[in-house]
């Protein structure tokens, strides 16, 4: 029971912005602006808020894939190097290799804003300010990739390894067909939270990025709710869907990996 309430807790503010991004834009009005219609059902329930969002010229398209493109290539480039990284740290040994984790780890739990200014300079000093090279870059090497996997692969049977090099000096063979199917959870986990944190991404964009054609579209809800509460639910409802869908796609895995399925 207890935890159907903790879920119950946690999906609320999903329904309850699906339900009011159905609502008419008078309605949502009347109900945020009086706090006197006890209504939670949209009645009538109205998708003039999605046309508008989708098709009136507003950006919201063009700054929806903005937000893909950046989210997928930071993911995709950050995976390999995680992997790599995560497992050389974690089962190979080597001088410094205990200073390396210290640091590592020390860098990930640095806030955002002590390194934002290092990462404007280094654009500023690469030549990659204003393009989207100054947002991956930075986040494909982001030290949380190589922790997790690194976690992951302490738990690898250090006899499976001994075994495979006696048949392949090659670490690409060993990566392709021993580690990675052993860390296929840890991956699962990694694309899920590296997807949704460069999906979400605020800062960054706002400091690293003046052109408005390439920025995301997390730049672009401030000006969404403020002109519009209505179709700033409906725009949120959009917003989720990417998250939701990559977590959905790797769902099975990350149950299996907690123990809820077998």
């Known amino acids: 029971m207890l935890l159907y309430v903790i ?15 159905l609502m008419t834009i008078g309605e949502v009005t009347y109900r945020y602006g009086t706090f006197y219609n006890p209504s939670i059902i949209p009645y009538p329930i109205s998708l003039q808020q999605y046309y508008e969002i989708l098709f009136t010229g507003s950006g919201f398209l063009k700054k929806f894939w903005n937000s893909f493109l950046i989210a997928s290539i930071i993911t995709i480039l950050h995976i390999p190097v995680s992997l790599i990284t995560g497992y050389t ?6 001088k410094g290799r205990v200073l390396f984790i210290i640091l590592y780890v020390v860098v990930m739990l640095m806030p955002y804003s002590v390194t934002i200014l290092p990462n404007y300079l280094q654009a500023k000093f690469l030549g990659i300010y204003d393009t989207y090279a100054a947002i991956v870059l930075p986040a494909v090497f982001a030290p949380q990739g190589a922790i997790i996997i690194g976690i992951f692969a302490l738990f690898i049977d250090d006899a499976i390894l001994e075994a495979v090099s006696l048949e392949t000096k090659s670490f690409l063979n060993v990566l392709v067909h021993i580690i990675i199917p ?29 052109q408005e054609a390439l920025q995301p579209l997390s730049v672009l809800f401030r000006r969404i ?5 209505n179709v700033g639910f409906a725009a949120t409802v959009i917003y989720m869907i990417p998250v939701i869908l990559g977590y959905l796609y790797c769902e099975d895995m990350l149950e299996k990996m907690m123990g809820i399925k077998q």
Do not use: H, R
């Not at 740290?89 to 080597?94: G, R, S, T």
């Not at 990694?190 to 605020?202: D, I, K, P």
């Not at 709710?225 to 509460?229: E, I, R, V």
């Open 182 to 210: 052993l860390l296929k959870p840890a991956i699962a986990i990694l694309v899920v939270l590296t997807f949704a944190e460069s999906w979400n991404m605020v800062e960054q964009p706002y400091l690293l990025l003046e």
């Open 89 to 94: 740290l974690a089962k190979v040994k080597f």
């Open 7 to 21: 879920a119950g807790v946690f999906l609320f503010p999903i329904i309850f912005v699906i339900i009011n991004s």
């Open 225 to 229: 709710l403020d002109s519009n509460l």
